[in-house]
């Protein structure tokens, strides 16, 4: 909505607005493409441009699509489910958010996953069992190692804690 706003208040028509993703019809002269960064920058938001850096958002919001707001344990693996949406391979896709995060898929996935883990323990309305099937790990024993390994803490010590800590999903 904001940016429907923001290219309305220019004068600027569009054809297709899509999370990360607008189509404008006119080309943008220097200094629309200035003002309409600028705007965007005041609400939050940022132009992209580099081909690479939206592919890089696309595959973060897949991965906390599929980690935070899916209810179920996903049907097929992740770097599957990636390579399908996007319609990339895989190695290519790992690759390049590699050079440009500085970390893998399967860590950032992972770095959510644990996330997501604290949120269900904080929320306390599911077993260790329940969080464990239902982020699609093997075991509880897994979920356990991963999430020590990540956090320092087991997830029996993070529930018992006064205060926990999670991260902010734009800061994972």
Do not use: C, W
């Amino acid at each position: 909505m904001i940016v429907k706003s923001e290219l309305e208040n220019m004068g600027l028509h569009y054809t297709k607005i899509e999370l990360g993703e607008v189509e404008i019809t006119e080309e943008l002269s220097t200094e629309n493409y200035h003002k309409l960064n600028i705007a965007l920058l005041r609400t939050g938001l940022e132009l992209m441009d580099d081909k690479r850096s939206v592919l890089i958002e696309k595959i973060k919001s897949l991965i906390i699509e599929m980690v935070h707001y899916s209810d179920e344990a996903p049907q097929v693996n992740y770097s599957q489910y990636i390579s399908e949406k996007l319609h990339y391979e895989y190695n290519y896709l790992s690759n390049i958010f590699s050079q440009v995060k500085g970390v893998t898929i399967e860590h950032f996935i992972i770095l959510h996953k644990i996330e997501r883990v604290k949120e269900l323990i904080i929320y306390d309305e599911l077993s260790l069992s329940e969080i464990s099937y239902k982020l699609g790990y093997s075991s509880v024993g897994h979920l356990s190692r991963q999430f020590k390994k990540t956090t320092g803490l087991t997830p029996t010590f993070f529930k018992s804690m006064k205060s926990r800590g999670r991260t902010p999903l734009d800061e994972v």
